[in-house]
């Protein structure tokens, strides 16, 4: 059963420490999302690639984020200081050719 | 800037009672409209696309529709199990370009 998988499923931490999340796509997928869902703006994306490069981070807080591509089986997003704000969940999905998108079953980020 | 407005927030229905969600868009050359369903603590499940206006898609006691302005998710005789959010998500033609949200409807089936 081929699904998107993510690590870890929950997460709490202080403010100040780094917060790495991670994504195992869909085995032949080569398009990787990273949205961040919160009850107030919804699902925003944060970044995209194809082909393990990446095409768009413009919804990311660059100072702070960053996201990665190591290989097509795995990607990662890093915050670098964590911020309370930063509390919310972060879903990573994979798709097919601008297909439809298979979502994860997220990271709940708690930043105290 | 490619928008995706939906209405209402929040919908409660009697089992049996049928009722449609709207999704409104605004896009630069619709390349697909999806829909997904959301169960609390979990991540989307995709439920169809629509690429074209005039077409339809089916399961089970959904059914969605797309016109050039906006696609309507009916639900037909809904069971307590229907519970959930529904979201609505647009791309585009131009480049390469992700989905985009809308915020979702919450909708509750009471017994």
């Known amino acids: ?111 105290v | 800037e490619d928008q995706v407005t939906q209405s209402p927030e929040a919908l409660r229905l009697q089992e049996g009672e049928s009722s449609s969600l709207n999704c409104s868009y605004t896009v630069s050359g619709l390349r697909g409209l999806f829909w997904y369903r959301q169960d609390p603590g979990k991540g989307p499940e995709f439920l169809f696309t629509l690429y074209s206006a005039g077409e339809e898609k089916e399961k089970e006691r959904l059914k969605a529709t797309l016109t050039k302005k906006e696609s309507f998710l009916h639900i037909t005789a809904p069971k307590p199990e229907d519970s959930a959010t529904y979201l609505c998500a647009v791309q585009a033609w131009a480049g390469n370009t992700p989905l985009v949200f809308g915020k979702g409807t919450r909708l509750s089936v009471i017994a």
């Open chain 1, 1 to 111: 059963d081929a699904r998107v998988t993510q690590t870890p499923r929950h997460k709490v931490t202080e403010m100040g420490q780094e917060v790495t999340m991670r994504c195992q796509p869909i085995l032949g997928h080569n398009t990787v999302f990273w949205y961040r869902q919160t009850m107030m703006q919804g699902l925003e994306l944060l970044a995209y690639f194809r082909n393990r490069a990446p095409l768009d981070d413009s919804g990311m807080p660059k100072d702070r984020f960053s996201a990665e591509m190591p290989d097509a089986t795995l990607a990662t997003l890093k915050i670098q200081p964590s911020e309370p704000r930063d509390s919310a969940v972060y879903f990573c999905a994979s798709g097919s050719d601008s297909r439809e998108a298979f979502f994860g079953q997220g990271t709940r980020l708690t930043v």
